[in-house]
């Protein structure tokens, strides 16, 4: 049918391109060109009978055709007798009013209605593709595949949130026992937290465990720069969902759509993702009671929502989804060595403790890396060796392995800036383990590290953040104890950015400073926290004496700073257990 469709427009196309030719042919032909003649040679024309005939109008010139098919046009003398001398000499008389002829007006109907017929198929046939692209481009990709592979058990950690999704199975999987206790399920899920702490997965151990279609979308698939096709998107998902029945649709990165709309002071630029929130919004409100449709969402950035998705209703239960504790990362490092031959050697607790602050995604890549890290050996088992190396390779990137550019200098302040760093970690914050120091550089710019892992904390002290300053600021204080101040290095740059960080954090955040008081910043100035005079000011002025103190506590430990520095000098690295043994020794 589609073929037949295509040539019969085909044909049709063809016909009225052949009406327009022929008819702009007819009229071009029918327009020859006249020759000017004087009365005088017209007359003489007349008397040896070279004329034909003569269109006589009442306008100055009249026109006529020779016998010889040539048209003429002359003056015309308006006489009487004109006619009569003119039919007398055998000339055949044409009377008009001067203007077009009907042949002429015809012509150009006909010219004039082809190229209307051919405007409006090409018309019609354009606004059908653009109609069809539309609804091509509306039609939200997510065909519902099953989940039913995934389950809880293959999610480690976050305990109380799998107890919490555990419930919304027996939801979905019996809506009507909880319809007859009158009892409303919830209609959507917001999972927020950090990145990589496996938001994805528990969505889809979620539709695993209720055995049920999965649709998995993207905030970003929604916003389009095409009026309303955002928000048509979004009801063709939830259309798909409903004639899928019992499902679970899995939004991520929700924020992406679902920012706080500015109100009445908007320049009309966020109309398009207004328009998508509304259209979400709608339909999650229009769900009929307990059909089993649930929707969950994810993102990292929870406080910019718009306060319409967070209410009742829409999505009712909001739950962090948080770094793991030691036990979790026990959990998860369990789980990702399953299917991977680990040396009996290899102690997970260990891991676990070393690894505080990774999420699940950078603990199962610490796993694999180990694992490629054994292939690329052909060792017959992953071994400690290959743990600790993936582990310094996920936090530091890879070593260089031309490292003949850097000068015995360079490499000397490095090892002092990085000893500064360990030694101030262990006198201000013995609880604190540094694991390994290196002057080695790695792909990621690194010109070494130290590595810091404190304990799992619930909570930071005022007295921590202090003393996590003080570290950060130690490697600029060792480069200009050692080289003097008018020697340091940029190598301080990223020290000095989290150290900027955790002061105004503490001036303006957190109320700890007791000359700023419980003031928080963010909700007098928003976002512009840095922007203010004061806090400015109050930061330079606290800095500056913690770098005095930072200065101090090295100066009365110099002698362990060289020890350590001359010991990375030798062997480029050290471990923990020499790093003790450096500390503790007498000054």
Do not use: W
């Not at 009365?39 to 009249?62: C, D, H, P, R």
């Not at 048509?232 to 409903?242: E, G, N, T, V």
């Not at 009671?289 to 209703?313: F, H, K, S, Y």
């Amino acid at each position: 049918m589609k073929l037949l469709k295509n040539k019969r427009n085909l044909i049709i196309l063809f016909a009225i391109l052949s009406i327009v030719i022929v008819s702009a042919f007819v009229f071009l032909s029918s327009k020859q060109e006249l020759t000017e003649i004087s009365y005088i040679e017209f007359n003489k024309n007349l008397e040896n009978g070279n004329i034909q005939s003569v269109n006589l109008t009442n306008k100055e010139e009249i026109t006529g055709v020779f016998k010889d098919g040539k048209l003429f046009r002359t003056d015309n003398p308006r006489t009487e007798g004109f006619k009569e001398k003119l039919l007398n000499s055998g000339v055949d008389v044409k009377e008009t009013d001067g203007n077009s002829t009907i042949g002429d007006i015809l012509t150009m109907i006909v010219v004039l209605s082809a190229f209307s017929g051919l405007f409006y198929l090409v018309s019609r046939n354009s606004n059908k593709l653009a109609e069809k692209e539309m609804t091509k481009m509306s039609d939200i990709d997510g065909d519902g595949e099953n989940s039913s592979t995934i389950t809880f058990d293959d999610v480690a950690g976050n305990d109380e949130v799998k107890e919490s999704l555990k419930e919304m199975v027996d939801f979905i999987r019996e809506p009507e026992k909880y319809e007859r206790y009158g009892a409303r399920m919830p209609r959507g899920v917001l999972l927020y937290g950090p990145p990589g702490t496996g938001k994805t997965l528990l969505a889809k151990a979620l539709a695993g465990e209720a055995r049920v279609p999965f649709f998995a979308v993207t905030g970003s698939d929604f916003i389009q720069v095409y009026a309303g096709l955002g928000a048509s998107r979004i009801r063709s998902l939830f259309k798909k969902a409903r004639a899928a029945g019992k499902c679970v649709i899995f939004i991520d990165e929700i924020d992406a759509l679902g920012k706080k709309r500015k109100g009445g002071a908007s320049n009309g630029s966020s109309d398009e993702s207004d328009r998508t929130l509304n259209a979400l919004l709608t339909e999650m409100s229009g769900f009929k009671e307990n059909q089993g449709i649930i929707v969950v969402a994810a993102t990292n950035r929870v406080d910019t929502l718009d306060e319409a998705l967070l209410r009742p209703g829409r999505f009712d239960r909001q739950l962090e989804v948080g770094l793991p504790d030691i036990n979790a990362r026990y959990k998860i490092l369990e789980l990702h060595s399953k299917n991977k031959p680990i040396s009996k050697q290899v102690d997970l607790r260990k891991v676990a403790y070393q690894t505080v602050y990774f999420s699940g995604a950078k603990l199962e890549s610490l796993m694999n890396e180990s694992a490629m890290l054994a292939a690329r050996y052909n060792d017959n088992s992953i071994n400690m060796v290959h743990i600790d190396k993936a582990f310094y390779t996920v936090i530091a990137g890879e070593e260089k392995k031309d490292r003949s550019y850097i000068s015995i200098e360079e490499k000397k302040v490095t090892a002092y800036h990085e000893a500064g760093h360990a030694l101030v970690t262990k006198l201000t914050s013995p609880l604190n383990r540094v694991t390994k120091i290196s002057i080695i550089p790695s792909t990621k710019g690194a010109g070494g590290f130290s590595m810091n892992i404190p304990p799992d904390k619930l909570y930071q002290s005022k007295e921590d953040i202090l003393n996590h300053i003080m570290v950060a600021l130690a490697g600029r204080a060792s480069e200009e104890i050692i080289f003097g101040k008018d020697k340091i290095t940029t190598g301080a740059l990223n020290d000095l950015q989290k150290a900027t960080d955790m002061l105004v954090s503490m001036i303006a955040r957190y109320g700890m400073d007791d000359n700023t008081g419980l003031l928080n910043f963010e909700v007098l100035l928003g976002d512009n926290i840095g922007s203010s005079a004061y806090v400015v000011d109050r930061a330079k002025k606290l800095i500056e004496e913690l770098y005095s103190k930072t200065l101090n506590l090295i100066k009365e430990n110099i002698s362990k700073l060289e020890n350590i520095s001359e010991r990375l000098l030798i062997n480029e690295t050290m471990d923990e257990d020499e790093l003790n043994t450096i500390i503790n020794s007498a000054a």
